[in-house]
């Protein structure tokens, strides 16, 4: 057969050239692993939530809520799933999610488990969801209050194997749970990220009461499951209606001119829908067009060194193309032959490839938090990318080098007339640009990823994030009256420094308000963020007082009729000649009155209370210090876990029955850019690859440049040229190409970045370092492996190369 | 008279440089019987190899006819000479030609592989050209590791394996010494003498006298013609 003397053709001459074959063939390969774990990346995010059979039924309902101030959550009040139930035909079932809480105590028999994200949900979850129930009665398993459908994972944590667990009893915080089912692991691509689902019903009746009474409090996701797909609904009416019928009966019962409203957001989609607050950490659709790109530059990187090596090799197999034409075979069954060829060599390199992705996967999945599976490259998706990527890395890498060795003349090469290698000397000239161009750009945004984060991470905030505890309170009278006593009781010991209590806290539950603020002797209504908090906020997050005084809990009036501003509302306002004593009102009423009016006591400097995503906004302080959300504590320096442990004990005194949730205010800061780190952390390794890569392509090139020159080399050498001249000689050329690499990099790095920079509203200058740092790195692997190869030249005796010739 | 293989009229090549055009070949008439042996001769850059090339349909002429077997196909598409040229034609060339990348048994085994020819027939051929041209033992060698003799055997048995009409040959003795040139020689008249018409480019005068014929070129053109005999040349 005609196919196996090709084969050996082209196997011999990679053997012929090793070093070169293995540059470029573990190149390719490294760069279609990294192409392939992209992929992975990019369908993994394009699955969320896209495994459930009824998935284009399913959409989730989300309440905007105007009450003195705009929510817009990702949330509804707890009756709105049910409800729509009732009242539509086309609502075929709900489902809702409620978190229990960020680390939960589990006690199992005598151990203590600290696990988290266990979810409140609905016994309808199995019905809605394709969450596949291991063991149990879906139907059942999660019907009836105290019941806890556990991951197969935790199972076997909790109770040494899944078999064991079903029927057993757990604790989580007081609460006593019977396990009911078993659910598989969390692992497939979905924003209901959980460990375990515990029965809604659980909640206490009397809770479950109050909440079901209130549509303005916004506590759980609810999802809608319709009898037709989402995408060929017309619902508008129905939620119009629902906000006519039910909203605005229930405002008028207190009175306000309160509003909420309902908006579907279909399932397919979901995971890229950024708009909402309060909800589960999202999906990036710009990002993953940034990978994608990233992928294909890598790709395209390593190919440009595999046609760098096709055409150092067409020389030496013009002959072959000149015996094979004399001997019958025409241009078509030579480019047959090569690309064929190529596509051997490309389909080798994607073997080694996924053979890397094997190696790799597991760090790929802890740095992108991910659990892709090897095995998922064989769904058809991927089998679909693995193809495209074949045929394009065969089509990129060999088109040229076919086409330009088929039409060899057979006449002149089998006369020893070779085409010279000049004749590729410009396309190589280019290629090499594009290659060097690709890694500049690379090392650019790497490093201007990397300041901008540097920025965020040093940025001062203008409060003290350090060592401060931030812990939830739950929403539930019996704690709620004894909060003081609480707090008396933390700040009686030493490790804890300070305490306070507020409705939100930076990075956390700020929310909007409308006020009426005077203005040029008039009162104006006004939405503005604010929080409440009380006496000691100030003191613990480092606040600092410009004007005026801070909150007293010594002057009663203080709770009704004072605030505390920030600069910029100062600014906005108009206030800024004068700001203590002007007038403010909230808590409007239908009848046009303010159920609050007082005075600005009090102006302190800004501080980024929301993520340095978004610009300085003004900011009004109310006080109240009886109605906590959250407490914040200050512990003192190097007594963290002592510190913790005191919080425990005392938890268990104060609300023994609700489980303990805290976080660290530090890395609730950071959490705000974790997409932004993972951006870095993705695009870093992946830039220091194909960097990697382009400068394994440089070292080839610079040797094929040497190779080329050598006659030329030998003759100057034997005229007197030193080391030195020859290395100016090739170093001139290098330098050309670098210089307009760089021409061609730094213009779409800076837009680039300038875009990407768009996304803060504190952003670092244009990092013009990294562009010289970028240039200069390049330079120098581009000398180092020039300098080897005209060193290795300036040791060779000219008169054996001449002879050679 | 036995009928001609080869036969062209008026034929040309023009080379095109930016500054200046050459006349490689002028106005070329030649006529090869079926089974002759003739040698194209003169000196360098004479048109002799522009000639053979065109004759063996590597290359396209300039102006001019010429008929293959009673066919002109001066001016048919590469495709169509391609399938010419493995079915009738052979070339030995000066340099060998042989693919370092392949055996000697690959090497002799390729035209016939563009023929597709199956398997079990290529291996008969192959084994059967070898032994007649007394390499059959270096089989399994790479080009490398032969002699030039050696090599130029590999590439006669190339050329005939798949018994071409024609033969042609561009100074099939220059790379050898005289020892193994005449080896070489003594093979191209022994296919001849079995019905295998050559054409041989050569400037040894000692070479030609194995050809019937001697055509002289000079400048691109037939300036004379010789007849030689072939008892002189072997005694």
Redesign the interface.
Known sequence: ??IF?YL??SF??LL?SKANSLISILGLSVGMASAVLIAFYIQDELKYDQFHSKKQNIARIVERIDHSGEIKAALTSLPVGPQFVADYPGVSNYVRFMSMGGMLTIKVEDQIYREDRFLRTDSTLFEVFDFKLLQGDPAKALAGPNLVVLSEALAQKFFGEVAAAMGKQLFIGTSQFTVSGIVENGDKPSDIDYQAFTSLSTIPSASQQALNGDWFRLVCQTYLLFDKPVEQLDFEEELADFTERIIKPFVATFGSESTADFKLQPLEGLHFDNSREYDSPKGNLTYLYIFAILGLFILIIATINYINLALSQSVKRA??V????????????LQFQFLGENFLVVFLALLIGAGLVEVLLGSFNELSGKSILFTDLFSLEMLLTLTGILVLTTLLSGLYPALVLSRF???RV???IFPRMNRFGGLRRILMVVQLAFSILMIIGTLAIRSQMHYLQEKDLGFDQDQVVVVNIPQDTAVYNHLNSFKDRLLSHSEIIGVTGSGAIPGRNVGELMFRIEQNAEMIDRSIKFLAADEDFFDILGLELLEGRLFSSDIQSDVQQAFIINETAAKSFGWEDEPLGKRLQWGLQGNGQAQNDGKVVGLVKDFHFSSLHNPMEPLVILYNPNFSLLFSLKLAGGEVSEALSLLESEWKNFAGNHPLEFTFLDERIQSQYQSERTLLQIFGYFALISILIASLGLFALSSYTVEQRLKEFSVRKILGASMKDLALLIGRDFALLIALAGLIAMPISAWSISKWLEEFSYQIAMPWLSFILALLGIATVSILAMLFHVYRLAHENPARILRDE | MSELILKTVGLEMRYRTETMETLALNKVDLEVKKGEFISIMGPSGCGK?TLL?IL?M??KPSAGAYFFEGEDIAHLK??LR??I???RVG?V???F???D??SVF?NV???L???GIA?SKRKELVQKILERMGIDHRATHYPQQLSGGQQQRVAVA?ATVSEPAVIFA?EPTGNLDSVHGDEVMNLLSELNRTGTTIVMVTHSMHDAAYSQRSIRLFDGKVIGEVENRIEEAQS
Request: glycine share 6%; charged share 35%.
């Open positions: 057969m005609m003397n050996k053709v011999r001459h012929a002959k072959e000149g015996v094979r034409k004399a001997l019958g075979a025409t241009r078509e069954q003349q057979s006449s089998l006369r020893g | 190899s090339n063996g590597l290359d590469e495709k391609a399938e040229r493995k079915a070339f060339f000066q340099s030609n042989l693919i990348e392949l690959e085994e390729l035209p592989l563009y023929q398997a190339r561009d």
